[in-house]
């Protein structure tokens, strides 16, 4: 009896053709050109990805309008059913797809699987949200009857971050198609081959031409943005991306609606009150050292430590991350994998050389660790201590595994360090006095505080950001909303008695 050997992550690549998803098709790029993705981990080619052009694009969009007249007729029932199905192929394909993501991006399998599974609460959750939307009627003038209905705005383009690669491309797109408008989505050009088999299991759950998956880089992304067909875009990634679009959308001559989740230099504010080890827990797991290498936007970056309890905290948290197993993200032991590029290592190792540069105390990391593969692109978590405000690592955004630690014992300061930067994401605020943690959330120019908590996300819950960190609101309501045009309906109502006379032939008193 032959016995069927266990897959590895590696057997679903190897041998695999990737292709992007246009109008129910599985195609290449239609001049042929793919660019060879990297595994993290080793720095050795890993699968050809296709590079479309602004034709294949325009075919993807081509391919959304046709199918937007049959999707946005469909009931919101009907659409939750291609929910329903879509949820169970992510479930039959949930280690093929973490498998995936950890060769992909470097994130460790263990925290890909868990991404796979935050998809299906989304998947779930959109559907009766959606159900529950009403318009409203509107007392604006006595004797007529002012009302909203809503409509989809037809095309909408999306282009992901490489983060969390499966979960973005899962999950960012559902609010738009349940609300009844098709789609086109562009993951980021260093993690598309999750995002392509996604594609597949799209298709397989709704109507041709409702998900179209194009992949790329600039190009594709260009041509989406500037595309007037495309009246709704919407993106998550860097400031710098961010501000192209808006003006390359505004450049090309049609009027779009954009959101965007941009980047984070969040603070996280520690009162003197708190226990120190779960203090020291919630930075370290607000940093998201264990799941995506620090590469995150809601990331707790600043740390901003009361003297009172600083150098026990500091003492605590570098040797807490000095026990990180930092490992090739496919292995089951790895607790960080290592950075998505070599471009980017060499960006964040840019700022680990200003933090030294520039006086702050290097408590753990700030090198590539021991005993990791010669080729990957690694880095030990990092942490600074005595950060001070004007340093380049308390005011940019490294997007990578390096927490700066800064002591403060005056409210008001701490108030002003906390808001002093261009971004404006999210918060934490750890005490247990909660009179102090509202009034402190009140005073913080983010759009996301948590108290006690960090980095975690709750479907519902408007998620998004302030100042230079986008503009929008995901995961709620207000998410729904942003994809649907308003409508109103006006009627100039009759005097009743009229409307009675003329029923009965000019004789409204006869019997």
Same mark, same amino acid.
Request: charged share 20%.
């Given at each position: 009896m032959e016995t069927k050997m266990e897959s590895t992550p590696e057997s679903h690549v190897e041998g695999r053709e990737f292709l992007m998803t246009i109008g129910g098709e599985r195609v290449a790029a239609e001049d042929g050109r793919v660019e060879v993705t990297v595994d993290p981990s080793t720095g050795q080619p890993l699968a050809e990805v296709p590079q479309a052009s602004?034709?294949?694009?325009?075919?993807?969009?081509?391919?959304?309008?046709?199918?937007?007249?049959?999707?946005a007729a469909t009931s919101i029932e009907e659409r939750g059913e291609c929910f329903r199905r879509f949820g169970e192929l992510l479930v039959e394909h949930r280690e093929e797809l973490a498998a995936l993501d950890a060769l992909d991006s470097g994130n460790p399998i263990k925290a890909m699987r868990l991404d796979v599974m935050i998809s299906l609460d989304y998947v779930k959750g959109w559907p009766p949200l959606a159900q529950a939307l009403t318009g409203e009627v509107i007392p604006a003038s006595p004797g007529n009857l002012h009302y909203t209905s809503s409509r989809p705005y037809g095309v909408v383009g999306r282009?992901?971050?490489?983060?969390?690669?499966?979960?973005?491309?899962?999950?960012?797109?559902?609010?738009?198609?349940?609300?009844? #408008?098709?789609? /086109? %989505?562009?993951?980021?050009?260093?993690?598309?081959?999750?995002?392509?088999?996604? &594609? *597949?299991?799209f298709d397989q759950a709704f109507p041709a031409g409702v998900v179209n998956v194009i992949s790329g880089g600039a190009e594709p992304g260009d041509a989406l943005v500037s595309d007037g067909r495309v009246k709704r875009i919407a993106f998550t990634g860097s400031v710098p991306t961010g501000l192209l679009i808006q003006r390359r959308a505004a450049e090309s001559g049609w009027v779009k609606h954009l959101s965007?989740?941009?980047?984070?230099?969040?603070?996280?504010?520690?009162?003197?009150?708190?226990?120190?080890?779960?203090?020291?827990?919630?930075?370290?797991?607000?940093?998201?050292?264990?799941?995506?290498?620090?590469?995150?936007?809601?990331? #707790?970056?600043? /740390? %901003?430590?009361?003297?009172?309890?600083?150098?026990?905290?500091?003492?605590?948290? &570098? *040797?807490?991350?000095?026990?990180?197993r930092v490992g090739p993200a496919a292995e089951e032991a790895s607790e960080m994998g290592p950075l998505v590029s070599a471009q980017h290592l060499e960006r964040v190792n840019g700022f680990v050389a200003a933090g030294r540069s520039e006086g702050a105390t290097l408590v753990t990391g700030g090198e590539r660790p021991e005993g990791v593969p010669e080729g990957g692109f690694f880095l030990a978590p990092t942490m600074f201590a005595d950060v001070a405000p004007e340093m380049k690592i308390a005011r940019e955004e490294i997007f990578g595994p390096v927490m700066s630690v800064t002591p403060w014992d005056d409210y008001e300061g701490m108030?002003?360090?906390? #808001?002093?930067?261009? %971004?404006?994401l999210t918060a934490s605020i750890w005490t247990h006095d909660l009179d102090l943690a509202h009034r402190t959330a009140e005073r913080m120019d983010a759009g996301y505080v948590w108290v006690n908590d960090s980095t975690r996300h709750y479907f519902g819950t408007p998620f998004g950001g302030t100042k230079n960190s986008g503009i929008g609101r995901e995961e709620s309501v207000e998410?729904?909303?942003?994809?649907?045009?308003?409508?109103?309906v006006h009627?100039?109502?009759s005097d009743p008695g009229a409307a009675l006379e003329r029923m009965l032939g000019g004789d409204a008193t006869s019997d």
């Open positions: 602004a034709a294949d694009v325009g075919r993807a969009i081509e391919a959304a309008e046709a199918a937007f007249p049959a999707w282009i992901t971050a490489f983060n969390h690669p499966l979960m973005f491309a899962a999950t960012r797109p559902l609010a738009s198609l349940i609300t009844g #408008n098709t789609l /086109v %989505l562009k993951p980021a050009p260093q993690t598309s081959l999750s995002t392509l088999v996604l &594609g *597949e299991l965007l989740e941009l980047g984070g230099k969040n603070a996280m504010v520690i009162f003197p009150d708190v226990d120190v080890e779960a203090a020291v827990d919630g930075a370290i797991f607000g940093m998201n050292f264990n799941v995506c290498q620090g590469q995150s936007c809601g990331s #707790n970056s600043r /740390v %901003l430590v009361h003297r009172g309890i600083y150098d026990e905290f500091v003492q605590r948290a &570098g *040797e807490a991350l000095a026990r990180t108030i002003e360090l906390a #808001n002093g930067v261009d %971004l404006g998410e729904l909303r942003s994809y649907l045009e308003t409508r109103v009627t100039r109502l």
